[in-house]
């Protein structure tokens, strides 16, 4: 008898052994995206039979109904049997296993075609879509789904039916994908355009907040709302910014040098991220004084930090250079002066004869004594270059330019006028007709009230100015590639006028226009031409057009003064 029953047993192992076995080949068979939906169904219907326990063939089934209902539309009386078919369907594979977040999300979609079609549903599509939402992380593709079809019935929800939207969708993007953000945008532009939702739902994110700025001037949207969204990126990366300061700072005091330099280096990217569109929109989220103060003390850190590594002055990146220009408080000056002395690299001040006949060196001094208002050991270090006999090599000529600018810049502040006019022609001498060196002249012969010089000199300085003109030979712009140029300037105020051709006639390119990587203006141009003011730098300014949206051909870019 036991042998019997053994027997049996084996025999019934089989046989479930078997309809499971068969019960899967008929589902991956269903699987096939070339069987059409109604092969799909009678497959399906056949692994019900060998396997009725088994949720997954009735979720399957539910899906295979639903495409042949969407296959029926044309067809009223074959439609609803089989939308009728999907939801028993899928109400038996949530009988088998009430747990499935899929099952309750497919459910949901064919009880909202039911409504659509004004058939009686047996239970409501947005409680099953909770449903789906709750069994499912945030992060689930479910999850994404649920948000996304609700916003397409966004003007249909009730109030705690947005709310409950929102919601989902605001899990969905704390993830911050920017495909996920796409394809919820694609939605949002479809049935919604509110740009208060984007607002409730977008994530604390520079590079999300980025994405939606791109894709507001992708589609020709609200500038204003663009502007704001790259404006609070912008703060974002500003708090990042300084939050990497800090850690750099840490680092540096407990002698992680590498590691505070990769630090300095990433708070710098983020501030070169920053062109100021808060400018466009008239808010104040970044302190300019702030920004400058961490930017000054981001190249301090990275030039004290090389210079304690290397032993050397050498400046690859020109950090000490930058830093230097941005330095305007003497106190600071003179603590980073101390640090160079402590170090060995600067002499004594005691004696204008102590000083380094290394001219390197001795621009670097000097340029340190002039920030901290030394002007007459500027002078003396001066006479007593010109007093020296040694040759100045031509590597060497440079810093020699830069010493007598200078020294022609202390004899100015003392009101040595005279004095300041050889030492500011010595070192036009010695750069060979640098802008910089002619507009020192220019400002010394202003105050002398020397008319035929000043003259004479404007006509040097005109000739090194970028014409009035400027032909763009019709540089082909493409979207999101920017065209750099850059333009030689007296510091006067401009008005800029770009011309250029678009593609098509109905065509409105949205340019950004940035000059000395600070954002000056943003427009949905017509016409085939831009006017905007800049306030340029003597010397070299750069000049960088992006379009956003489309294409364009640049022509021309004509500049005059500005009545300003």
């Known amino acids: 008898m036991k042998k019997v029953l053994s027997l049996a047993a084996l025999a019934v192992l089989a046989v479930l052994q078997t309809a499971i076995y068969w019960n899967a080949h008929l589902l991956y068979q269903a699987d096939d995206k070339t069987v059409d939906p109604a092969e799909k169904e009678r497959i399906l219907e056949r692994a019900a039979r060998i396997d009725p326990w088994n949720d997954l063939v009735y979720l399957e089934l539910g899906r295979a109904s639903f495409e042949v209902g969407a296959e029926s539309l044309g067809e009223p009386r074959a439609r609803d049997a089989a939308f009728d078919k999907s939801v028993r369907n899928l ?155 800090d850690k750099a700072q840490r680092g540096y005091e407990y002698y992680q040098s590498d590691e505070a330099a990769s630090r300095v280096s990433s708070c710098l990217r983020f501030l070169r991220s920053i062109v100021f569109f808060q400018n466009l929109v008239r808010e104040a989220l970044i302190d300019p004084q702030e920004y400058a103060q961490v930017r000054k003390k981001a190249y301090l850190l990275l030039t004290e930090g090389r210079i304690e590594q290397t032993r050397s002055l050498a400046d690859p990146d020109s950090s000490l250079e930058i830093y230097l220009a941005l330095e305007d408080q003497p106190l600071a000056v003179a603590e980073f002066e101390k640090f160079l002395s402590e170090r060995g690299f600067l002499g004594s001040d005691e004696t204008s004869s102590s000083r380094p006949k290394d001219l390197q060196i001795l621009a670097l001094e000097l340029s340190l004594d002039f920030k901290q208002n030394k002007y007459r050991d500027i002078t003396k270090a001066g006479e007593a270059l010109e007093r020296s006999t040694f040759v100045i090599p031509d590597a060497a000529r440079p810093y020699y330019a830069r010493i007598l600018g200078l020294v022609g810049d202390s004899y100015m502040k003392l009101d040595y006028l005279y004095e300041a006019e050889k030492a500011y022609l010595e070192a036009l001498s010695a750069s060979n007709g640098r802008l910089e060196d002619l507009m020192r002249i220019e400002r010394c012969y202003e105050r002398l009230n020397s008319e035929q010089k000043l003259a004479e000199v404007r006509r040097e300085i005109d000739a090194l100015l970028t014409p009035p003109a400027a032909d763009l030979g019709r540089r082909y712009v493409e979207k999101a590639r920017p065209a750099r140029f850059d333009f030689v300037c007296d510091g ?44 340029p730098v003597p010397g070299r300014n750069s000049l960088v057009l992006e379009t956003v949206n489309e294409p364009l051909t640049l022509l021309k870019l004509e500049r005059k003064r500005s009545a300003a």
Not at 150 to 161: D, N, T, V, Y
Not at 167 to 182: C, F, N, W
Not at 505 to 521: A, F, G, Y
Request: charged residues 25%.
């Open 91 to 245: 109400l038996k594979s949530i009988e088998l296993n009430p747990g499935s977040a899929e099952a309750h999300f497919e459910l949901a979609q064919s009880l909202q075609y039911l409504s659509y079609l004004s058939l009686p549903v047996p239970a409501s599509y947005f409680e099953e879509y909770k449903k789906a939402a709750a069994l499912t992380g945030h992060n689930s593709q479910v999850h994404a789904e649920v948000g996304k079809v609700l916003l397409s019935r966004w003007e249909s929800l009730r109030p705690e039916e947005r709310e409950f939207t929102l919601d989902i969708l605001r899990k969905t993007l704390a993830g911050k994908d920017p495909e996920r953000l796409q394809e919820v945008l694609e939605v949002w532009y479809l049935h919604v355009r509110d740009y208060a939702v984007v607002d409730r739902i977008l994530p604390e994110d520079a590079e999300m907040a980025r994405a939606y700025a791109r894709f507001l001037g992708e589609k020709s949207l609200s500038l204003e709302a663009r502007e704001k969204a790259l404006s609070r990126a912008e703060f974002l990366d500003f708090i990042s910014a300084k939050n990497e300061l």
């Open 492 to 535: 006067q105020p401009l008005i800029l006028t770009l011309t250029f051709e678009v593609s098509r006639p109905e065509s409105r390119p949205l340019l950004t226009i940035l000059w000395n990587d600070r954002v000056v203006h943003e427009a949905y141009a017509g016409g085939g031409s831009l006017s905007f003011s800049v306030s």
